[in-house]
């Protein structure tokens, strides 16, 4: 019984571990004013038929704060990578030359920053609620558990240990959220 415990609490770490990565993803994919290459991570260029990250077809590059450079490997790909920039809800117009493709970020309104802001604090929820679930499921097995005649200190033990694991993980997630947001806000 304990080697189950023992499972069903890396299985927690392991699982919030990953819900932190998905989180911390997805507000490095919100655009805070400056130019990022992660900007583009969810953009899919048509590579012979098969659609592609940028970053497989091409070099990313930020020259400046306000900008960034696409440098494709193979020229032929230059046009569809700007199709498919037009085509993102990036709200960005790209201009190629012969070489790649330019992307120049225009400066955030106050407006567009506070709804990024909001899409941060929706985003970091959705981690706080993907976190509260694992524990919510690890805590259910582990009573179930107790019910097949574990004993009962070493699952209030485990239940304490999930959910010490689940406040520092939602406390990760609050710190993620406030750097994004200090770092959208700042001008």
């Known amino acids: 019984m304990d080697e189950e415990i023992q499972f069903y609490l890396s299985e ?3 699982s919030m571990g990953k819900a932190l990565q998905h989180t911390n993803l997805e507000l490095s994919r919100i655009r805070a004013g400056k130019a990022s290459p992660a900007m583009l991570d969810g953009i899919r260029v048509d590579y012979y038929g098969t659609p592609t ?4 077809v091409a070099n990313v590059s ?3 704060a306000r900008s960034l450079y696409i440098k494709a490997w193979e020229k032929n790909i230059i046009g569809e990578i700007v199709k498919a920039i037009k085509n993102s809800d990036l709200g960005l117009n790209p201009q190629s ?3 790649g493709v330019r992307l120049n970020i225009p400066p955030m309104t106050e407006e567009r920053r506070r709804d990024l802001v909001k899409q ?3 985003e970091s929820e959705g981690g706080k609620v993907r976190i509260r679930g694992i524990r919510k499921d690890v805590n259910e097995s582990l009573r179930k558990l107790l019910k097949e005649g574990a004993a009962e ?3 209030k033990d485990a239940e304490a ?3 010490k694991a689940t406040d520092s993980y939602i406390t ?3 710190d993620l959220m406030s750097k994004k947001e200090a770092e959208i806000m700042t001008v």
């Open 53 to 56: 990250p940028i970053s497989q």
């Open 161 to 163: 240990k999930v959910q």
């Open 12 to 14: 927690a770490e392991e």
């Open 153 to 155: 200190d070493a699952v």
């Open 97 to 99: 030359d012969a070489e």
């Open 120 to 122: 941060v604090k929706n």
């Open 62 to 64: 930020t020259p400046d």
């Open 172 to 174: 990760k997630i609050d």
